[in-house]
Each structure stands twice: as structure tokens, then as C-alpha cells.
Nanobody, 127 residues
């Protein structure tokens, strides 16, 4: 079992930044790829980024490429999502997820691939 807990959400003005954290209950998170998703009201869950274990190969959705950066600190059992240049359309609940494989698969952007999810953290971008 892997328990994931997101934190770091909040309210920010357009153009601002936030850093989200995804903390795991187990040190074995270092062995797993971790993905970030978000879901806005009335919309489907959207894949944002994935980081593999080890040297951590990275994948990004086009909608956040250049603005969001995923990273991991295995000593802290934590994966981060640094979000810059935030826009009102980034408003959503943000989730991290893992399916306990080492690398981000070609299907990393499919929510149904993941077995373990955090509870989500709300990000609101507004003036």
C-alpha cells in the first residue's frame, strides 16, 4: 500500500507561483514513477506531468510545458510540482498518483493506469 498526501495548494494571483508537494507514507516511493493530474469542476481529470524513479525522466503535458516543473526528493519521500506563471485556467484540484512502476510509461497520461491517489489539494488562481 502507498498513501499519498498532497499539500501546498492555495489561492494565488495570476502570474504567481505555487509549489505542490506529494508526500508518501513509504520510503519505497523512490522506486516509483509519480504523476500529477488536475481536475477542474465539470471537466475530466487532466494529466500534467510524470517523473520516473532514479534519474527521473520527465514528461509534461503541452498545457503546462515551460511553466510547471516536476522534481523529487527521495530522501524526503516527496515529489514536487513547481507551478509558475499561473493562469485562472489552472484553477483545479491537483492530485498525485502512482502505479508502482519505475518509469513513466507511454500511457502516463491515462488516469485509469494509476492505483494510488492522494486526496487532492485545491489551487485557485484569481485576482
Amino acid at each position: 500500500q502507498v498513501q499519498l498526501v498532497e499539500s501546498g495548494g492555495g489561492r494565488v494571483q495570476p502570474g504567481g507561483s505555487l509549489r505542490l508537494s506529494c508526500a508518501a507514507s513509504t520510503s519505497t516511493l523512490s522506486y516509483y514513477a509519480v504523476a500529477w493530474f488536475r481536475q477542474a469542476p465539470g471537466k475530466e481529470r487532466e494529466a500534467l506531468s510524470c517523473i520516473s524513479s532514479g534519474v527521473g525522466s520527465l514528461s509534461y503535458a503541452d498545457s503546462v510545458k515551460g511553466r510547471f516543473t516536476v522534481s523529487r526528493d527521495d530522501a524526503m519521500n516527496t515529489v514536487y510540482l513547481q507551478m509558475n506563471s499561473l493562469k485562472p485556467e489552472d484553477t483545479a484540484v491537483y492530485y498525485c498518483a502512482t502505479d508502482r512502476v519505475e518509469i513513466c510509461m507511454s500511457t502516463w497520461d491515462l488516469p485509469q493506469q494509476y492505483d494510488y491517489w492522494g486526496q487532492g489539494t485545491q489551487v485557485t488562481v484569481s485576482p
